[in-house]
Nanobody
Framework: QVQLVESGGGLVQAGASLRLSCADS????????MGWFRQAPGKEREFVAH???????AYADSVKDRFTISRGNAKNTVYLQMNSLKPEDTGIYYC????????????????WGQGTQVTVAS
C-alpha cells in the first residue's frame, strides 16, 4: 500500500526558498508518477508540478522557472525545490502519486499525502 509522507514546509519571507520532500513509506512495487498540488484558503486544489517515472516533468505556468521537481535516489521519492517564493505561493502543499502517466488534474490522482503548510510573508 502506498503511503506518502511529506516534509519541508514552513514560514518564510518573500524571495526565500524552501524544499519539500515526499516519500512512499509503503512497500510499493513499481515506479509511480508523482506530483505536487497546493490549496490556498477558500480555493480549489491546483496543480503545481508532476514527474513521471521516466523523469519527464511539467509545471504550472505560475511556478515555471521558480520551482523544480525531481526524483530522489530512493524509489518513489520526490522533491520540490521552490525558489523566489511569493505570497501567492502560500497554501497547503500535497504530494500525490498514481500508477500510469502523470496528469495535471487532481481528480486523476488517488494517493495523497497529509499535506504540509507553506506560508510566504510579504
Amino acid at each position: 500500500q502506498v503511503q506518502l509522507v511529506e516534509s519541508g514546509g514552513g514560514l518564510v519571507q518573500a524571495g526565500a526558498s524552501l524544499r519539500l520532500s515526499c516519500a512512499d513509506s509503503g512497500r510499493t512495487y513499481g515506479h509511480l508518477a508523482m506530483g505536487w498540488f497546493r490549496q490556498a484558503p477558500g480555493k480549489e486544489r491546483e496543480f503545481v508540478a508532476h514527474i513521471n517515472p521516466s523523469s519527464t516533468a511539467a509545471y504550472a505556468d505560475s511556478v515555471k522557472d521558480r520551482f523544480t521537481i525531481s526524483r530522489g535516489n530512493a524509489k518513489n521519492t520526490v522533491y520540490l525545490q521552490m525558489n523566489s517564493l511569493k505570497p501567492e505561493d502560500t497554501g497547503i502543499y500535497y504530494c500525490a502519486a498514481r500508477f500510469g502517466l502523470a496528469t495535471m488534474d487532481a481528480q486523476d490522482w488517488r494517493i495523497w499525502g497529509q499535506g504540509t503548510q507553506v506560508t510566504v510573508a510579504s
